[in-house]
């Protein structure tokens, strides 16, 4: 069974950096496309980048830039870096397998939180000084 587990949440400052995990228990990685989402209080979760197979990166328009994600097969992990964080990223943030498993990170702007399945519990990011 995939299980997603993230971690590396926390406290920073802004203008600080910060780096999240995502940790796939059981099997093997490689198979996987993933993606980071956050949510914030009162509002939709929303997409922030995907992963392909073969590492290739998608982001949304928003996060380009301050954001990067990265995979360790090896480790069967992915990362989120957040550089340069701002309070508007305080949320709670989310990896998940985007489905059919198998198949590659969308195109397109944005992510859909319902083509993603096997979500994490969520890591807190709060961005504050």
């Known amino acids: 069974q995939l299980q997603l587990v993230e971690s590396g949440g926390g406290l920073v400052q802004p203008g600080g950096a910060l780096r999240l995990s995502c940790e796939l228990r059981?099997?093997?990685?490689?198979?996987?496309?993933i993606g980071w989402f956050r949510q914030a209080p009162g509002k939709e979760r929303e997409g922030v980048a995907c992963?392909?197979?073969?590492?290739?990166?998608i982001y949304v328009d928003s996060a380009k830039g301050r954001f990067t994600i990265t995979r360790d097969n090896a480790k069967k992990t992915v990362y989120l870096q957040i550089n340069s964080p701002k309070p508007e990223d305080t949320a709670v943030y989310y990896c998940?397998?985007?489905?059919?498993?198998?198949?590659?990170?969308?195109?397109?702007?944005?992510?859909?939180?319902?083509?993603?399945?096997?979500w994490g519990q969520g890591t807190q990011v709060t961005v504050s000084s």
């Open positions: 059981g099997i093997t990685l490689d198979y996987y496309a």
């Open positions: 998940a397998a985007h489905r059919p498993y198998g198949s590659s990170c969308p195109n397109g702007a944005r992510l859909f939180s319902g083509d993603f399945g096997s």
């Open positions: 992963v392909n197979h073969s590492g290739e990166e």
